[in-house]
């Protein structure tokens, strides 16, 4: 599965540098991208999450630079907010999608979740109960599907159609996360 790391500097990034870094520390780096001298995105596996936290001190050494990373599944207005609020968190290096929503709204902000309402407004209900119940029931499909009373074949198909619509694989335990989270916080009444 692929994954975007963002990745933010408080100084000017030496990119033949860090990508050096990133190449030699880990194998599976697809491409790397900058937004501009300070941020942009690494794109990797799910297991480059795994690594980072010790990657992430000897990136800094090797680039005598300091840096924080972001894990999301997309490249989106969404991502890129939630790294740029992520920002404002000092001694933060290594974070994902949940995280930072569930941090934002502890502190009452709640713009990250407005825009992934927004986000996620054209999504139909039934795929939306239906990626809800995968995650209540601990993403086992059998268990939802018997929960909403539809066939297996139906319900697998019902999650891929979220999957492609939304770009947010919810078999994945990060993103699930984040779903779950995002999809608790928009009951509360005061978010818009």
Known sequence: M????????????NAERFNAALVSSYKNIFSITFFDGRSGYVLSDEHLYDY?????????????????FLM???????????????????GVHLSTMADILLNLALENDFELISLAKRQYAAISRPLMVTAEMFISCGLNASLAA???????????????????????????????????????????????
């Open 72 to 90: 999301s599944h997309d490249d989106s207005q969404v991502s890129r907010t939630a790294m740029k609020k992520m920002t404002k968190s000092r």
């Open 2 to 13: 692929v994954k975007y790391y963002f990745f933010t500097s408080q100084k000017d990034i």
């Open 146 to 192: 018997k929960k909403l009373y539809v066939h297996r074949n139906t319900f697998a198909y019902r999650l891929n159609q979220f999957i492609e619509a939304t770009n947010l694989d919810i078999r994945d335990f990060h993103n699930a996360l984040f779903f779950n989270i995002f999809t608790k916080l928009i009951s509360n009444s005061r978010i818009q």
């Open 52 to 68: 980072l936290e010790s990657l992430i001190p000897v990136i800094m050494s090797d680039t005598d630079n300091s840096y924080q």
